[in-house]
């Protein structure tokens, strides 16, 4: 009996021993596992955080492109910008009548012939710069479209027609009282070439009572959409009241002018001068 007490407890003891081993097995099977996903955590960690680094040099990269593509961009702007005006005359938006003066020897580089149907006079042959013919002839035939009747009196004088101009009418009405309605030399905006004066048939070539007609109301609507401007109206500080005589500006300077509700001579120079680089678009 004594022999069966030693065996149970041997047994018990061998029991003991299994279940110890087996959970130090579990412990370090855990431990184990434990330290593996801890080690593969810390691996993906350390992945994500490259990934994120690659990502964010990339992105910069990309700033760093698209920052020097939209300098490019800019720099090509400003280059093109500037051949585009050296190719304008920078006397177009200048304001003359007894501000700016232009020479005798200032002629307009492109000079064409206004067709004969536009003109009173069709036996005068009468030019315009050539760039701002399109935009006449377009104001002319949209106004005869309805039922208008406009025609044109006067457009480019050099310098030594409107000498003649303006002895004629000194002549006529003495010095003073010319000197309210002419331009000396130099001074007129019509030997820019870009200025016209207005009839009608039925004024037969007069500008007396020129405002009084529709077709005069008609370019006050209208004028502007063809890049025309009114350079003297009413109350103006240079000559008298002019409702026939419409000097080319743009048409982005003129519709600015028209919803402003401004004259050209009402503006700054140097407001005036940032509208020449659009003055033919």
């Known amino acids: 009996m004594l022999n069966n007490i030693f065996q149970c407890e041997e047994l018990r003891i061998n029991f003991v021993d299994v279940v110890k081993a087996n959970g130090q097995a579990t412990f370090e099977a ?6 593996g996903n801890k080690t593969l955590k810390i691996k993906l960690q350390e992945k994500e955080k490259e990934n994120k680094d690659l990502l964010e040099a990339l992105n910069s990269e990309k700033d760093k492109n698209s920052y ?20 304008l005359d920078p006397e177009l938006l200048k304001k003359y009548s007894k501000v700016y003066f232009l020479n ?8 064409t012939f206004i067709p004969k149907e536009y003109l009173y006079n069709q036996d005068k042959p009468l030019q315009i710069h050539s760039q701002v013919l399109p935009y006449l002839e377009k104001l002319m035939t949209d106004s005869s479209k309805e039922g208008l009747n406009l025609k044109i009196a006067s457009a480019y004088r050099s310098f030594y027609d409107q000498i003649n101009v303006k002895n004629n009418y000194v002549m006529q009405f003495g010095t003073t009282q010319s000197n309210s309605f002419s331009a000396d030399q130099g001074y007129s905006e019509h030997q820019l070439g870009t200025t016209v004066d207005f009839t009608t048939n039925e004024l037969k070539g007069s500008f007396s009572g020129f405002e009084q007609t529709p077709e005069y109301q008609w370019l006050l609507s209208n004028a502007y959409k063809y890049g025309f401007a ?17 000097r080319f500006v743009g048409v982005k300077l003129a519709t600015d ?22 003055i033919f678009d």
């Open 230 to 246: 009114l350079s003297y109206p009413k109350d103006n500080k240079y000559y008298q009241f002019e409702p026939w005589h419409w």
């Open 68 to 87: 020097f593509e939209n300098k490019i961009n800019s720099i090509s702007q400003t280059v093109g910008q500037l051949e585009k005006l050296n190719t």
């Open 257 to 278: 002018l028209y919803n402003s509700n401004q004259y050209f001579y009402d503006l700054d120079q140097r407001a005036i001068d940032q509208y020449l680089i659009s």
């Open 30 to 35: 855990e431990n184990i596992d434990r330290t």
């Open 104 to 111: 005798e020897n200032y002629v307009p580089l492109l000079l």
